[in-house]
Nanobody, 115 residues
Framework: QVQLVESGGGLVQAGGSLRLSCAAS??????????MAWYRQAPEKERELVAE???????NYAASVKDRFTISRDNTKNTLYLQMTSLKPEDTAVYYC???????WGRGIQVTVAS
């Protein structure tokens, strides 16, 4: 069974920064060669892709976060990161990490950006 646990969320003022982490674990599971991604869901909105990263660390971002957010991974720690800078109130959402190959999602973590 794959477990994904997000951390690092919270309340921040507009213009501030946060770094989210997603710790992955699972017996016999290898994450280093897996595609991983961050999604978010704001109240009354559909879940949307924020950023994604391949096993070779190629990245892709939603237009709304490009040049502000950076996705990265540390395969030695089975951990996915999302560095968020220049945060805006519209970034307020629950953020989820996912490993599509295992159809796994974390429980999500709240990020609130105050204006």
């Amino acid at each position: 069974q794959v477990q994904l646990v997000e951390s690092g969320g919270g309340l921040v003022q507009a213009g501030g920064s946060l770094r989210l982490s997603c710790a992955a674990s699972g017996r016999g599971i290898i994450f280093g060669n897996k595609f991983m991604a961050w999604y978010r869901q704001a109240p009354e909105k559909e879940r949307e892709l924020v950023a994604e990263i391949t096993s070779s660390s190629s990245t892709n971002y939603a237009a709304s976060v490009k040049d502000r957010f950076t996705i990265s991974r540390d395969n030695t720690k089975n951990t996915l990161y999302l560095q968020m800078t220049s945060l805006k109130p519209e970034d307020t959402a629950v953020y989820y990490c996912t490993v599509p190959a295992y159809r796994s999602w974390g429980r999500g973590i709240q990020v609130t950006v105050a204006s």
